[in-house]
């Protein structure tokens, strides 16, 4: 009878250490989205309302720099364990693993971010830290749906940015 413990023991330890290192989604499922048409262009005017007061000089750049950041098309999401996984569109993926130190990742020539990810059971959050602007997007899973909700800071601009993105789950 005593040489089963050590054997159970150490069962209910693996399957205790795979239980909790087994919820990879924190909330967000896994797979390939589309964005919803509509959606972009309320986050199109949310920045035209915030460059409004940019200089003319810097407006054109931070329009540019801007409207890159959300002309995605197609979102695909995968998680393993606390390593997330996400590509926009054909850009090269962000891989990152959560609650983790960030990572280097280049969105366009010449604009690079420290990239690092949070998550709690309902969502996960991305920071993307760049020399003259700082973006939080919260990914959420909401039925087959993809919600994207953004805030962008930058010293150009006199109050954040706000908009909120929906994907419908590639069939």
């Known amino acids: ?3 089963w413990t050590l054997p159970a023991a150490i069962g209910a330890a693996i399957m205790i250490s795979s239980t909790s290192s087994a919820s990879p989604s924190h909330g967000v499922i896994s797979g390939i989205y589309n964005r919803d048409s509509e959606s972009r262009d309320t986050a199109f005017q949310a920045i035209e309302s915030a460059i409004a007061a940019v200089p003319d000089a810097k407006r054109p750049r931070a329009r540019m720099i ?7 098309s197609i979102i695909r999401i995968s998680s393993t364990g606390d390593r997330l996984s996400i590509t926009y569109d054909a850009k090269a993926p962000i891989v990152v693993w959560i609650g983790g130190e960030p990572i280097k990742w280049t969105l366009i020539e010449g604009l690079i971010f420290d990239v690092s990810a949070k998550a709690n059971d309902e969502a ?3 920071k993307f830290h760049g020399d003259d602007s700082e973006r939080t997007t919260v990914y959420r899973s909401v039925g087959q749906q993809l919600v994207e909700e953004t805030t962008i800071i930058s010293p150009l601009l006199s109050t954040p940015i706000r908009y909120r993105l929906t994907y419908s789950r590639a069939k």
């Open 1 to 3: 009878m005593r040489y």
């Open 66 to 72: 801007l409207r890159k950041s959300i002309a995605v």
């Open 124 to 126: 996960v959050s991305l």
